[in-house]
């Protein structure tokens, strides 16, 4: 059995965004030479998600929108986190629905994904350094 | 260390459907020959879902009514993926509540399952067909 | 490759609670010798979830009302489910957005972890034991 670790380092630009990094995690399952296993993606920080959909910027926008809707960010004083002096209890709700993590199949040494699989960086409370945890195990 | 892989095949017939495949995620344990490990179950299409819950027909009702509140089929044009051609934005959006996969136990051979875990594929864009995967590790 | 189980049992006095683990699953990864691989750590009941986020109350209770406003308890008769003399439809619905389970790296023995992540039990149907399952595999 062997195991690989690898960090990716993002910083999104505005408060909220997806970040493709399949040709991260496509890269660290190469560099790992494991041919067959599973391969384990999640953010470290908690107002951000990793999860599988399409890369398709109309739907990122649906996405966008429809979390929103689900959790809205302002008004700030109507959560009792932003009493601690963040602002940012809208996005430790979001990241729930998104998902903190996905495990995926390594076949053959790649992804073993359907056609219009793509994995995304969801970031809820952008505009800092924020960490992704590649390990994967296998053979 | 060993790992198995295989797929299953389905067409739900209505654009929504739950479909129990315990079964089948149980048959592919037994065929690995893994006793101890970790059994990965996931959509390979990115509008379905597999999940974890009870085989009960009021709850499927239940969910089924829950979803479309929180992300309605219809009007299509709400969404801006449906710009693209497509009228399944809300299957999109759907399966990101009931997620994308679960990642199950193997102990003794068999599914580590408490009483009343049942493992469905959820469709959300349905009649046509679609696979899910499944991955094993272990010994 | 070595693999490690370990049930946890709880009881939530109340109905809903949110119940930090992350002490007995280091413990699981400690006694488990394992030094590099993964950790599954799920709910064995529809009911409950596991899930990593912050360890901040205020956080916890602007969970409790945002999910009780997406998928209220009452009333009781909205929901299929329950006319087979259960009242806990709502809470198979909570614990979907939740999440039933989470899946952690081990790095040099320890969980490997973002500065805030926290693991919690999810509990939507209390005021009995309940358990939670803890499976490493790894070497």
Redesign the interface.
Known sequence: ?R?H?QEIWLEARTRRDFINITPQVAEAITESGIQ???C?V?????TASV????D????H???ER?LEG??PHEPIGQ??????GEDN?DA??K???????????I?NGRL???P??QIFYGEFDGRRKK?V?I?I???
Chains 1, 2, 3 share one sequence.
Do not use: C, P
């Open positions: 059995m195991t670790r067959e296993g599973l384990l999640n953010a470290m920080h908690i999860f599988i959909n399409d398709e910027s109309g739907l926008n649906d996405y429809w689900l959790a959560y009792k986190h932003n009493l601690t209890a430790h709700l990241r729930q629905i998104m998902g903190r993590s996905v495990t995926v199949a076949t073993d994904f359907g219009w699989e960490r945890l390990k195990i296998g053979e």
